[in-house]
């Protein structure tokens, strides 16, 4: 497959879980990938996969919720590629707790990577993106993809900030899409059911069968489930498609 050959990609929290099978499927299409994450040196492991894949990668050492650290990292990813094609704002964290007994902390620490993170990367490279151009000189845009999640439709007992930062993330992919979609950039979100991470790996065994008794398709959703949706927004097929927040939770919620 090449359907995203010459694109140049980032995406965050590209480390691990989620985000490296992203980055792994993109690179699968043909994609040169940015891998970003809270240290560059923990970016080496995926880096090496996309390298053994043939595509150009780099590791980036960048916290998501430092406006002047995400600035900085998007300069000199175009330094290194020369342009930015894909954004892939991965990168998250759960603090849990109940909303009586929430710290302004947890909340804030929340709010920060996943909402903030998300706004910062898509501030940051929409400008490179409006400079793109297509072979024939009309404006190629680009591609931003958001990573949500089921229960920042649904709201979830427990994760008063992490569904907040989540629902935000649905409500930003949707004015992104708006304000950049006559620059032919696009901007869509992906929202993961219970997907099988070191995120998820933690909860007690009685609420991951509670989520089980709720998924028609009766299994919990790999990295790479997530990875097929980014890689098909990323590419043309998608093409005509903005706005949108697609759920991929095994029929969990409609
Ligand atoms: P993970 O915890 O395995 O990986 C997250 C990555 O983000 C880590 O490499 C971490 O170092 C990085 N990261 C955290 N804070 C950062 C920061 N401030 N700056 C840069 N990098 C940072 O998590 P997982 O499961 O791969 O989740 C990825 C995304 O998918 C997250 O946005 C998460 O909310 C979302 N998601 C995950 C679900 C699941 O079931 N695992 C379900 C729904 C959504």
């Avoid at 109940?98 to 990367?121: C, H, I, P, Q, Y």
Wanted: hydrophobic share 45%; aromatic share 4%; charged share 20%.
């Amino acid at each position: 497959m090449s359907n995203l050959k010459g694109k140049v990609a980032i995406v965050t929290g590209a480390a691990r879980g989620i985000g490296a099978a992203i980055a792994k499927r993109l690179a699968s299409e043909g994609a040169d990938v940015a891998i970003c994450d809270l240290k560059a040196e923990w970016c080496d492991e995926t880096v090496k996969a996309l390298e053994a894949l043939g595509v150009k990668a780099k590791g980036y050492g960048v916290n998501v919720a430092v406006s002047e650290e995400v600035d900085a990292c998007v300069k000199s990813v175009i330094a290194d590629f020369g342009k930015v094609d894909i954004m892939v704002n991965n990168a998250g964290i759960t603090k849990d707790g109940l909303l009586m007994r929430m710290s302004d902390e947890d909340w804030d620490a929340v709010l920060n990577v996943n909402l903030k993170g998300t706004f910062l990367f898509t501030r940051a490279v929409a400008r490179p993106m409006m400079k793109n151009k297509a072979a024939d000189g009309s404006q190629a845009g680009g591609s931003i993809i958001n990573i949500a999640s089921v229960v920042g439709i649904m709201g979830n007992a427990g994760q008063a900030n992490y569904t907040a930062s989540k629902g935000g993330v649905i409500a930003l992919t949707k004015t992104t899409a708006k304000e950049l979609g006559s620059r032919n950039i696009r901007c869509n979100a992906v929202a993961p059911g219970f997907i099988q991470s070191k995120m998820t790996d933690v909860l007690p065994d009685d609420v991951k069968k509670s989520y089980m008794d709720m998924i028609p398709l009766k299994r919990f959703g790999t990295a790479d489930d997530i990875a097929k949706a980014v890689a098909w927004l990323a590419g043309e097929d998608a093409s005509y498609v903005t706005g949108q927040i697609i759920s991929v939770n095994g029929g969990m919620l409609g």
